[in-house]
């Protein structure tokens, strides 16, 4: 199954490269079109195609047109190399991606190898900026850490439910596990111990035993450090279990599909996530049309728009595409966008504001009251 799907992959980028041979400029968006995470996948193919329109619209980039190429990793890092080496090889200068942080890890070193800048809109493992291949850039990402994210997460924790019975689990990816033990660090840190940690495997369908493992013990708040997939289920396996257990979780539950696996039983799951680039009433003509084309653009669509912002500005400023001269002006630059205006440090962490709480409501995620 893996090799038919990297010869899917190569299929696939090749014939993009077809069509993008006849602009002068490719660039790529990269993450999860395929598996279950594509509801990321199709944010970030959204995303990047209005922006790349949009560019196009306005002249394209240095007197040339863009064209995009597609990349699918199903959240998979050896499929995640395999498709930064199609990216490459399609011509790509400059990547919006990937999306699990478990891909863009390994993709970066490819791109760095061959001298592509890389700009993840989602990743949020601490180590893909602190340990990026070139210690001097070409590596960033326009979306927080899960070192800042846990740390919200952990702090909330210890002081909405002080007397608690709290349980961390996580699903063993560089995700979910980093943000997990990001979370317990800074939960312990504030007074905290939970009365369980524990792994689980992603991808299965049944967690009545880990839930009834969280009865016996009688967990009052779960934190998932893992995906909207198998938390959706451990929500709804939780209410069959008659728990009124409070589930809360990371940033990857920013897609409506978690309230289509969850339905009622994800009444008050709690989230954190960057502030809401959809309530910035100076996008709001962008986000209509979005939503005219019956796409709405929730958790990182306008994140993976704004990556390419920055491509075409930091471009623009280098008067070039060349990697050392586009490395330059993204360090030193500063970029106006649909998150706001924002640069990057000296790792390449973007300088935009840290996370908030949502809750999740009657099938939609806003701002938690209390924030």
């Given at each position: ?36 995470y ?11 195609e ?39 090889a ?11 942080s478990?891909?863009?890890i ?26 990026r ?15 800042q ?9 210890a ?46 369908k ?20 893992g995906?909207h ?27 409506d ?36 084309q ?11 728009y ?25 360090n ?25 709480f ?14």
């Amino acid at each position: 199954m893996k090799q038919v799907l990297l010869c899917g992959v190569a299929a696939g980028a090749l014939g993009m490269a077809a069509t993008a041979a006849e602009a002068e400029i490719i660039i790529a968006t990269a993450g999860p079109m395929t598996g279950q995470y594509a509801s990321f996948g199709e944010q970030m193919k959204a995303g990047a195609e209005m922006a790349v329109m949009d560019l196009n619209a306005a002249g394209g980039v240095l007197g040339e047109q863009v064209a995009l190429e597609i990349g699918d990793d199903a959240c998979d890092p050896k499929q995640a190399v395999a498709v930064a080496n199609q990216l490459v090889a399609a011509g790509a200068v400059y990547i919006a991606g990937h999306f699990c942080s478990g891909s863009s890890i390994p993709a970066s070193a490819v791109y760095s190898e061959e001298g592509v800048i890389q700009v993840s809109p989602a990743s949020t493992n601490p180590k893909f900026t602190d340990e990026r291949p070139n210690p001097d850039g070409g590596t960033y990402r326009v979306c927080g850490r899960d070192d800042q994210q846990g740390a919200v997460a952990g702090e909330f924790l210890a002081t909405t439910f002080p007397d608690g019975n709290i349980a961390i689990v996580h699903d063993k990816t560089a995700y979910g596990k980093g943000l997990a033990d990001q979370t317990m660090l800074a939960y312990e840190a504030a007074g905290g111990t939970p009365v369980l940690y524990e792994a689980y495997t992603a991808g299965e369908k049944d967690y009545t035993a880990l839930v009834s493992k969280l009865k016996q013990n009688e967990v009052d708040v779960l934190y998932v450090g893992g995906y909207h997939t198998e938390a959706g289920l451990m929500a709804r396996q939780m209410r069959d279990q008659g728990m009124d257990t409070v589930l809360v979780s990371g940033d990857a539950l920013v897609t409506d599909e978690y309230w289509a696996i969850t339905g009622d039983a994800g009444e008050g799951t709690l989230m954190t996530f960057s502030p809401d680039p959809r309530k910035n009433e100076e996008i709001a003509p962008l986000v209509e049309r979005f939503r005219e084309q019956g796409i709405e653009p929730e958790g990182y669509v306008l994140y993976t728009y704004a990556a390419i912002q920055v491509f075409a500005q930091a471009a623009e400023a280098a008067g070039s595409t060349d990697y050392d001269a586009m490395v330059e002006a993204l360090n030193d630059g500063t970029f106006d966008t649909v998150l706001g205006e924002l640069s990057f440090d000296d790792k390449g962490d973007v300088t935009l504001p840290g996370y908030v709480f949502y809750e999740w409501s009657d099938g939609n995620y806003d701002y938690l009251a209390s924030n």
